[in-house]
C-alpha cells in the first residue's frame, strides 16, 4: 500500500479510478469529495503526536537547509515515515525531505 497525496488523489477521482490506497487527514481538508468518492477503498490516516514530532523534526533538518516546506507537506511526510508506507506525489520539492528522512517517494 502506499499514501496519495492530495494532488494524485484529485487526479485518480477526476479520471474516475478506483482509489485503493490510503490518504491522510490533510487530504481529506483540501479535498473533502474523497470521502464521498464511491470509488475510494483506502483508509484515512489521522495524524498521532508522534507524526506531528516527526514533522517538527523534519522542518529543523530543512530549515538547516534553507529548504523549509509548508505544513501540510511535512505532515503528510511524516505519516508515511511512521506508517512505513510510501508517499505518491506529483511534489518535486519532497525530494529535500527524502535527503533528511526515510521517506520513501515516488513523483509522478
Do not use: C, H
Request: hydrophobic share 50%.
Amino acid at each position: 500500500m502506499a499514501i496519495l497525496d492530495t494532488d494524485v488523489a484529485v487526479e485518480m477521482a477526476r479520471r474516475g479510478r478506483a482509489i485503493v490506497d490510503n490518504v491522510t487527514e490533510v487530504t481529506v481538508a483540501e479535498y473533502p469529495a474523497i470521502l464521498r468518492y464511491r470509488l475510494f477503498r483506502g483508509k484515512v490516516y489521522l495524524a498521532r503526536r508522534v507524526d506531528w514530532r516527526l514533522a517538527v523534526e523534519l522542518q529543523s533538518k530543512l530549515i538547516r537547509l534553507g529548504r523549509p516546506k509548508k505544513l501540510q507537506e511535512l505532515l503528510v511526510a511524516a505519516i508515511a515515515i511512521n506508517r512505513g508506507e510510501r508517499l505518491l506525489s506529483r511534489n518535486k520539492g519532497l525530494a529535500d525531505i527524502v535527503k533528511v528522512a526515510g521517506l520513501k517517494l515516488t513523483v509522478i
